[in-house]
């Protein structure tokens, strides 16, 4: 009886952390604008700046929705680094912990906002593709899928930013995870064909984990043939969070000691 009243109480306040962790973001407006207005503000730079200047073989901003939704996921779960790092400094973690909240809890809160955070970026971004021109031609199924994959993408970033986070001894530290997050979708197949790229950069294009991940959601997103890309972005992904949560479990142990 004592197990069965004890998961409703863990889940509960999995719910009041993440609940938390959105109501910060709100009040952080800069922070707020800046996850939602980058994702516009990159899809204009691209589509009409450089669209132009770059062959594809077909629109321009056909080909980079893609790589702009997953560059805006990568920094917007990226963030997530600098939240926790900033709960550890200012002392809120420890009180929790004399409250008894789990450290699934904690974590998983924030891993939660950035997911809910990032669905209202991805959804302005898919937006204002349509507006300017993007048409995907697929049945509900793909996507649902599509969704799914950029769902366990940003699960997968978010749990490896909270480690990184732990890791950090101050907020700005943090931030420079933001920057390697947002450089790995540059040297892949987000805004140019990895086919155009010189022979040594197109060897790391190819086998990073950003790269599966663009290609998947690419043929989803066009109805185009998917080949081994989905079983290599959801192979990547798990890795990175059969890593990165037991991580987080040892780092927050040894942070809160």
Do not use: K
């Not at 994959?149 to 700005?172: D, H, M, N, Q, Y």
């Not at 998917?226 to 990547?236: D, E, H, Q």
């Amino acid at each position: 009886m004592s197990e069965l009243t004890l998961r409703p109480t863990r889940a509960g306040e999995a719910l009041v952390m993440m609940a938390r962790c959105v109501r910060l973001s709100r009040r952080n407006v800069d922070a707020l604008l800046t996850s939602l207005l980058l994702p516009v503000l990159l899809m204009l730079l691209f589509v009409y700046l450089f669209g132009g200047a770059i062959d594809t073989g077909t629109r321009y901003v056909t080909y980079v929705v893609p790589g702009v939704l997953l560059l805006c996921a990568s920094f917007g779960a990226a963030t997530t680094a600098v939240s926790v790092t900033t709960d550890l400094t200012n002392g809120i973690i420890e009180r929790f912990r004399t409250m008894d909240v789990s450290a699934t809890a904690i974590l998983g809160g924030h891993v939660a906002a950035s997911i809910a955070r990032n669905t209202v970026s991805t959804v302005l971004v898919l937006a204002l593709a349509v507006a300017i021109g993007f048409r995907p031609a697929v049945d509900p199924l793909r996507w649902l899928a599509a969704f799914g994959v950029l769902l366990l993408f940003l699960l997968a970033v978010s749990w490896l930013s909270a480690a990184f986070g732990l890791l950090a001894r101050t907020p700005e530290a943090a931030s420079g995870f933001t920057f390697l997050a947002m450089f790995l979708p540059y040297p892949s197949s987000a805004f140019v064909p990895v086919e155009t790229m010189p022979g040594w950069i197109r060897g790391f294009a190819d086998h990073q984990p950003v790269t599966p991940v663009i290609e998947t959601l690419r043929a989803l997103l066009l109805g185009t043939p998917t080949g081994n890309a989905p079983a290599l972005a959801v192979a990547w992904c798990l890795g990175v969070l059969a890593v990165s949560v037991p991580l987080t479990a040892v780092l927050f142990r040894r942070r809160v000691a």
